[in-house]
C-alpha cells in the first residue's frame, strides 16, 4: 500500500494515509503501520518523540483516509502539537451521511466518553452529564450534497476527540456510511463500499518560520467511485 507525501520540508511532512492503515502500533497491533513505513524510508525519524508514536502529530482511525500530519524534529513535534491542542488548526472532512439531513449548516456540541456498553465505542452525553472523564466536543458540518439515502458532508470538528465524527453524526441519527462499529443495524450501506465514508480532505497549520500552510487531499477513487453511483 502505497503512502503519498502530499508536503515536506525540512521540519514536517504531511502524508496521505490510505483507508486501511493503522497510523502507530497500540495494543496487540502487529500489522505495518503509517509510522513503520516511513521509518523504513526516513530512519531519522526514529530520533523523534517516543516510541511507538514517534512523530506523529495526530491520528486519523485505520479505514479513515487523508492528510497525516508527522514532525522530523523535536522542535517541530512540540510546535505543532501545541497548535492542536490550543485549538489552531483547521481540519475539514469528507464525510458521507446515511439519510438526508434537512438542515444545510449544523453544529453539534456534546461531551464525549468511552461508551459503558460498549469499550470500543465513544459516546455523546449532555453537556449538563456530571460523569467523570468526558471532554467536550464540538463538530461544524455543511452539505455538499443530498442524496436519495444519503447525505456529503463537508465537516469540520473543533476539538479532537477520538472518533469524534463518527460519534457525533451517530448521535444525531445519521451515522457515517459504512461504519461497521457506529451504524445502526438497518443503516443503508451503499453498494460496493467496503469502509466507512470518511476522508482526512483539509489541513491549514502554522509552519515553525511563521508561513500558514495549506494542504489538500482529493477523494479517493474508491469514495469517488461510490458517490458517482449514487442516486441524486
Known amino acids: 500500500m502505497e503512502i503519498n507525501i502530499i508536503y515536506e520540508d525540512k521540519d514536517i511532512l504531511a502524508v496521505d494515509k490510505p483507508a486501511g492503515m493503522v497510523v502507530f502500533p497500540e495494543g496487540q497491533t502487529t500489522e505495518n503501520t503509517v509510522i513503520d513505513r516511513l521509518i523504513t524510508e526516513k530512519p531519522e525519524l526514529k530520533n523523534v518523540g ?31 502539537q501545541k497548535q492542536f491542542k490550543n485549538r489552531e488548526v483547521s481540519k475539514k472532512y469528507t464525510a458521507l451521511a446515511t439519510g438526508v439531513i434537512k438542515d444545510d449548516f449544523g453544529t453539534i456540541h456534546t461531551l464525549i466518553g468511552r461508551s459503558k456498553s460498549d469499550p470500543r465505542k465513544q459516546k455523546a452525553y449532555s453537556l449538563k452529564e456530571t460523569r467523570v472523564g468526558l471532554r467536550q466536543a464540538i463538530t461544524e458540518y455543511k452539505i455538499l450534497q443530498r442524496f436519495a439515502e444519503y447525505t456529503l458532508l463537508e465537516v469540520q470538528i473543533k476539538t479532537g476527540r477520538k472518533h469524534q465524527i463518527r460519534c457525533h453524526l451517530a448521535s444525531i441519527r445519521h451515522p457515517v456510511a459504512g461504519d461497521k462499529l457506529y451504524g445502526f443495524k438497518d443503516s443503508p450501506r451503499p453498494e460496493g463500499l467496503t469502509r466507512q465514508f470518511l476522508h482526512a480532505s483539509y489541513l491549514k497549520i502554522q509552519l515553525l518560520n511563521g508561513s500558514i500552510q495549506e494542504l489538500q487531499s482529493e477523494l479517493p477513487q474508491d469514495l469517488q467511485h461510490i458517490l458517482d453511483n449514487l442516486k441524486p
Not at 491520528?59 to 514532525?71: E, F, N, P, Q, Y
Open 50 to 80: 517516543e516510541t511507538p508514536r514517534y512523530g506523529i502529530v495526530h491520528r486519523l482511525d485505520k479505514d479513515t483516509s487523508g492528510i497525516l500530519l508527522v514532525a522530523k524534529t523535536p522542535e517541530a513535534l512540540i510546535f505543532l
